[in-house]
């Protein structure tokens, strides 16, 4: 049970939502640190303690190896066994494996890979540069520990959400929720296929509750650079659009926080005064190479993303780039009706992925799958 | 000429953004007739001075024609004891920079609802001529390249500021020049 938060990740990872927002349906937090963030163990232990109070007939170690369409339904092959039924949640999410670029099997052999599926602490590192492959949340987080551990940091930075962890005195997740961008619906964003492709912010759940920006981890001593763009000759080559990317990523944050700052003034909701932030710092000159056979970089970490797992889903429904096909989370109903989607990225709600965003998502995909198995017609 | 309403107004900037989201649109379709083939042709002169014609091109699965050919004399300036019949190649990454970010710039403004007044840009590049010369230490390209845009609109200074950072997100000769690009030469 939550395999992927108990065996799939690094050691230090915390949720990035507040622990009095991470609340399931009629499941709470409750404990003493209302402000701080669960560790991934204490995430996966939070799951289980779910199913046992929600009495779910979850069955553990229990893969799926196949699911395909059957005339009035569905066949799920296991590990354990083959089920049938009329309709499917699929609820695999959409972090089930790295997304790295094809030309890291052209990486010299003497520098060492790791994904976020390997990398476990700074001490399983050679000793030596550690170029990390990144600037979403994962990216900095690792990039800043691996920074503390001694270690020299080279962060190549493409497109990024730039966030503080904290705003005008209050979790910057506070602002999103209260503010009602959270619950902005799939069905009312100008762009859609955009919301859904965004990075996760650059934020960590630390104790502190520390903002990491880049002028954070420059601070501590990271090195930026931009994009790796290709790799040439044993030669990473990295884009010179740094300061762009920066641009961007700056102006967007300040767009969000001005939003904030229009909903407190419209609703007089009690907030600091607005923080002062310093735009992102560009280096003096950003390296737009590095030779990875000069020994400089001992170890890559490719925090590049991550994709969903669909070697299992024998039913036609997922498009040219090997995304799922639906609507709102009702899966491409023509080619396979009583099919669903829960947990990925802006499914119903920019919530979508969120522990406690599940909720609402999930009463209306049940709604519509009630609606499906009472035979009504297919729609909202 | 197509006028875009947004929440921001109506603005004539020139440029049909309708058209442009239909292509979009059209070529998610079929993606192959989004491929296109750029060329040029040149032809050396006398000395450093070469003639490079451009008129046709392939694209949307068929070869098309600009209106007219448009002939580019390259040369180099006396400083480098040349005749100058022409802007250095180098300084035709300029025109190509310039000119793209400045087509991006009415774009975004036009499918924002942005009225332009003017823009104008200058563009700068630096350039340590020793590589070029032979210096294995130094590089023949560019070192920096800085543009520099004043725009008259009606709009706030952080939405002008968004138009020209969309405007480099989106443009073709911002990445040729930023990103490493694979080049053949070979000879016929």
């Known amino acids: 049970m939550a395999n992927s938060w108990r065996h799939e990740r690094w050691d230090s990872l915390r949720l990035l939502t507040p622990n009095w927002q991470t609340d399931l349906p009629g499941y709470a937090y409750a404990g003493p640190d209302p402000d701080g963030y669960l560790t991934a163990v204490e995430v996966a232990d939070l799951i289980a303690g779910y199913a046992a109070a929600s009495a779910a007939p979850v069955r553990t170690g229990t893969a799926v190896t196949s699911l395909r369409r059957t005339e009035d339904g569905y066949a799920v092959v296991t590990t354990a066994g083959e089920f049938r039924c009329r309709t499917v949640v699929l609820a695999s999410g959409a972090c089930n494996l790295p997304s790295v670029p094809d030309w890291q099997a052209a990486v010299p052999a003497k520098v060492d890979q790791l994904t976020p599926f390997d990398y ?227 499914l119903r709600r920019r919530k979508s992925t969120f522990l406690y965003g599940i909720e609402d998502d999930a009463r209306e995909i049940v709604g519509h799958l009630a609606g499906h198995l009472a035979g009504h017609v297919a729609g909202w | 000429m197509t006028e875009v309403s947004t929440s921001s107004g109506t603005a004539e900037n020139g440029v049909n953004v309708q058209a442009l989201l239909d292509a979009r649109e059209a070529l998610k379709s079929a993606p192959e007739a989004a491929q296109f083939t750029w060329r040029a042709s040149s032809k050396w002169q006398n000395g450093v001075h070469s003639t490079t014609r451009v008129q046709n091109f392939y694209g949307l699965g068929q070869e098309q024609s600009h209106k007219t050919e448009t002939v580019f004399d390259a040369d180099h300036p006396a400083v480098f004891a040349a005749e100058d019949n022409g802007i250095t190649p180098i300084e035709y990454l300029l025109v190509g920079l310039a000119s793209c970010l400045t087509a991006g710039v009415a774009s975004v403004a036009q499918n924002r609802g942005i009225q332009l007044r003017s823009v104008e840009s200058t563009v700068e590049g630096q350039h340590d001529i020793r590589g070029i010369l032979g210096d294995p230490d130094v590089r023949n390209g560019y070192n920096d390249i800085k543009v520099t845009f004043t725009i008259d609109a009606d709009a706030t200074p952080e939405e002008i500021e968004a138009l020209v950072a969309q405007s480099q997100k989106r443009s073709a000769v911002f990445d040729a020049l930023t990103n490493p690009t694979n080049v053949t030469v070979e000879v016929a």
């Open chain 1, 120 to 346: 476990r602490a700074p001490d399983q590192l050679a000793d030596g540069g550690v170029l990390v492959v990144g600037a979403s949340a994962t990216g900095v987080q690792l990039a800043d520990e691996i920074r503390r551990s001694g270690r020299p940091v080279v962060l190549s930075v493409g497109e990024h959400v730039r966030l503080p962890r904290l705003y005008r005195g209050r979790d910057v997740l506070w602002w999103m929720a209260a503010s009602g961008v959270w619950d902005q619906r799939f069905d009312e964003l100008d762009d859609l296929d955009r919301a859904r492709r965004l990075p996760s912010p650059q934020l960590a759940g630390t104790p502190e509750r520390r903002t990491l920006d880049l002028n954070a981890l420059v601070a501590d001593g990271v090195e930026l650079v931009g994009r790796w763009a290709a790799l040439r000759d044993g030669r990473a080559l990295f884009s010179g659009g740094l300061r762009n990317v920066f641009s961007l990523a700056d102006l967007k944050m300040r767009r969000l926080l001005s939003t904030f700052d229009e909903w407190a003034e419209r609703t007089g909701a009690a907030a600091d005064a607005p923080d002062p932030y310093a735009p992102t710092g560009v280096p003096e000159s950003a390296r737009l190479q590095l030779d990875l056979g000069s020994g400089e970089i001992r170890t890559i970490v490719w925090a590049t993303g991550y994709r969903p797992d669909y070697a299992w889903l024998d039913v036609p429904v997922l498009d040219g780039r090997g995304r799922l096909r639906h609507e709102g989370g009702v899966v491409d109903s023509a080619a396979s009706p009583g099919l669903y989607a829960l947990g990925l990225p802006v």
